[in-house]
């Protein structure tokens, strides 16, 4: 069965400084992953996607998230925090050809001044 | 273009009512689906649609039924409303059977 396990429920960074939100996934087949973003009293939005090819991916406002298969990870970057980042992310994994996601409990990353 | 629209946003029903949460897209997606979000537990996927006339189970569909007769329209019905069943539902739209629009959510409590 897959699973998704996001490490740390919050993450602070200062303003400017470097965005890291862990994300490990456990699968038997080749997975698609997902980073979602949802800020405050709104719906998700995407943010990238792994599908095939090319492990880094790039996605929307800056970030990028590598596939590391050896390590069974999709950890989301950012070179710089900014105000506007501070959202709950969400990593999912889909596997095979079953069309459900599955969620990670998601990620608060809180900026500071 | 109005995206994923969802009605209502908010709702407060008593035990025992039933109701229908509306999701309506207007980007033509063939997937559509519905969750729920509770604190701590993420998104967890209640039903989901591939096209008009087809729907299936996602993890959580007890208590829960849908329909898709059109496109653009994918009701979630509540037939005996319970308490467990307070949460935020999101509605989601995309291609290639996944969710990539989701609706700003209907905020339902169960008294």
């Known amino acids: 069965a897959q699973s998704v396990t996001q490490l740390g429920s919050h993450v602070s960074v200062s303003e400017g400084a470097l965005v890291l939100l862990r994300c490990n996934y456990s699968s038997s087949v080749p997975p698609y992953l997902f980073w979602y973003v949802q800020y405050p009293n709104q719906g998700l939005q995407l943010l990238l996607k792994y599908t095939t090819g090319a492990t880094l991916v790039k996605g929307i406002n800056g970030f990028e998230a590598e596939f590391k298969k050896s390590e069974t990870s999709f950890h989301l970057t950012k070179p710089s925090a900014h105000m506007s980042d501070a959202a709950e992310y969400f990593c999912?994994?889909?596997?095979?050809?079953?069309?459900?996601?599955?969620w990670g409990a998601g990620t608060k990353l809180i900026i500071k001044p | 273009n109005a995206g994923v629209t969802q009605t209502p946003k908010f709702q407060v029903l008593k035990t025992g009512q039933s109701m229908t949460l509306q999701c309506a897209q207007d980007?033509?997606?063939?997937?559509m689906s519905w969750y729920r979000q509770d604190p701590g537990m993420g998104l967890r996927l209640i039903h989901y649609?591939?096209?008009?006339?087809?729907?299936d189970q996602g993890e959580v569909p007890n208590g829960y039924n849908v329909s898709r007769s059109t496109t653009e329209d994918f009701p979630l019905r509540l037939l005996s409303a319970a308490p467990s069943q307070t949460s935020v539902y999101f509605c989601a739209t995309g291609t290639d059977n996944q969710p990539q629009h989701f609706g700003d959510g209907t905020r339902l409590s169960i008294l």
């Open positions: 980007m033509n997606h063939e997937y």
């Open positions: 649609s591939v096209g008009a006339g087809i729907t």
């Open positions: 999912a994994v889909r596997a095979g050809s079953n069309y459900q996601l599955i």
